[in-house]
T-cell receptor
Framework: GAVVSQHPSWVICKSGTSVKIECRSLDFQATTMFWYRQFPKQSLMLMATSNEGSKATYEQGVEKDKFLINHASLTLSTLTVTSAHPEDSSFYIC????????????FGPGTRLTVT | TQLLEQSPQFLSIQEGENLTVYCNSSSVFSSLQWYRQEPGEGPVLLVTVVTGGEVKKLKRLTFQFGDARKDSSLHITAAQPGDTGLYLCAGVDFGNEKLTFGTGTRLTIIP
């Protein structure tokens, strides 16, 4: 149990366009979902925390108008990178938790975004 | 925001050798986790430690949480090529319900 999927696994888009990444909890209901960003050979950096039915909480330095997060149901959260630029190219990883505890996160396989 | 420094940053050793990876911070954690991440995949949880001084063993892996809850170590005995990956510690500090990841240790086991 506790499987989290992401779609797409990789995406290439042109500069100025928007791209949506989906995160789904396949076999459990996720009250909380987290979005992370990982640059090559670096660690994971938390971008935002989302709770079902409410607005996401963004970390300092993360532009909420650029990285739109929607957690519309207990099994789906989406991250939309708007007006993407090459510097947004990164590995985006989501995680899902049954409750508020950050210790009970189950991570997705990640989405590789390349902006040309 | 706590900063979790891992050392070494890179480690390449021969199969069969032992190794230790360290995770240090100036802040106190309420709990700490260790993950392993393969290239192009999400991190996979190895262990959670919650008590200062706690030692947990998972087959050839031994995890220790410092008495002061500011540091942790991961010891691998008789390393195998399958142990290759990025090892990440991650901590939760008191009153902050977020997981902060360490800087990572990239381990390569040479057959």
């Amino acid at each position: 149990g506790a499987v989290v999927s992401q779609h797409p696994s990789w995406v290439i888009c042109k500069s100025g366009t928007s791209v949506k990444i989906e995160c789904r909890s396949l076999d459990f209901q996720a009250t909380t979902m987290f979005w992370y960003r990982q640059f090559p050979k670096q660690s994971l950096m938390l971008m935002a925390t989302s709770n079902e039915g409410s607005k996401a909480t963004y970390e300092q330095g993360v532009e909420k108008d650029k990285f739109l997060i929607n957690h519309a149901s207990l099994t789906l959260s989406t991250l939309t990178v708007t007006s993407a630029h090459p510097e947004d190219s990164s590995f985006y990883i989501c995680s899902a938790a049954r409750d508020w505890s950050p210790l009970e996160q189950y991570f997705g396989p990640g989405t590789r975004l390349t902006v040309t | 925001t706590q900063l979790l420094e891992q050392s070494p940053q890179f480690l390449s050793i021969q199969e069969g050798e032992n190794l230790t990876v360290y995770c240090n911070s100036s802040s106190v954690f309420s709990s700490l986790q260790w993950y392993r991440q393969e290239p192009g995949e999400g991190p996979v949880l190895l262990v959670t430690v919650v008590t200062g001084g706690e030692v947990k063993k998972l087959k050839r892996l031994t995890f220790q949480f410092g008495d002061a809850r500011k540091d942790s170590s991961l010891h691998i005995t008789a390393a195998q090529p399958g142990d290759t990956g990025l090892y990440l510690c991650a901590g939760v500090d008191f009153g902050n319900e977020k997981l902060t990841f360490g800087t990572g240790t990239r381990l390569t086991i040479i057959p």
